[in-house]
């Protein structure tokens, strides 16, 4: 059988021994709901206490994400931006989220020299410092994986507080993906303030509301 292989330090170890530290990483959650906010976080990880067993958020159980995620903002750096349905709406979902991972970066205690990004593609933000698209990142890097424990834990739980202020939509069974339970919450009472106006089911759904 062969062995799971985690994302590890040794991108940001590098960059340290070329003098671009502090290195941090940077990851977004919430980019194909239909409703909240995009959530990004940036994550600058003290090289003497990196926590074991980071993996990207997605491969995690949500009892191990929460564990990690006290124990990165117990020993790490950490910063995270939100960006709200209604900047979603205006601007789109793609220059939104980089938005979010931009003010992230600028709310760190300390200027990175480096930030590494998940994907392909440098994002098309205006930082002060070197910017380093990976691709599979929370995947590799144990610090864009940080990160996106971060921004999956923060907005998961923003979810399940929008859950009980907004009962009759189940945002905290779905976290405002387009489940089953969310489009027959969506048909039967019509997006609220914190829906995605510009995404297609939402739009389809106000109009039915608004016709009927």
Known sequence: MSRKVLPNFARERGAYARGLGPVAGADEAGVAPLAGPVVAAAVILDPACV??????????????????????CACAEVAVAFAPPSRIDRINI???SQWALA??????SRRPGLVLVDGPHQPPVDLPCQ????????????SIAAASIVA????????????????????????GYGTEIHMAALKKHGPCCH????????????LKITVA
């Open 51 to 72: 926590p074991k067993g980071i993996d990207d958020s997605k491969k995690l159980t949500r009892e191990r994400r929460e564990e990690l995620f006290a124990e990165i």
């Open 152 to 175: 999956k834990v923060t907005r998961d739980q923003l979810m399940r507080a929008l859950g009980a202020a907004y009962p009759d939509y189940g945002f905290e069974q779905h976290k």
């Open 131 to 142: 910017i380093r698209p990976i691709v599979n990142g929370d995947a590799r890097s144990a």
């Open 103 to 108: 003010q992230a970066v600028r709310g760190l």
């Open 94 to 96: 793609l220059r939104a």
């Open 195 to 206: 829906h995605r106006q510009s995404f297609t089911p939402v739009f389809e759904a106000q």
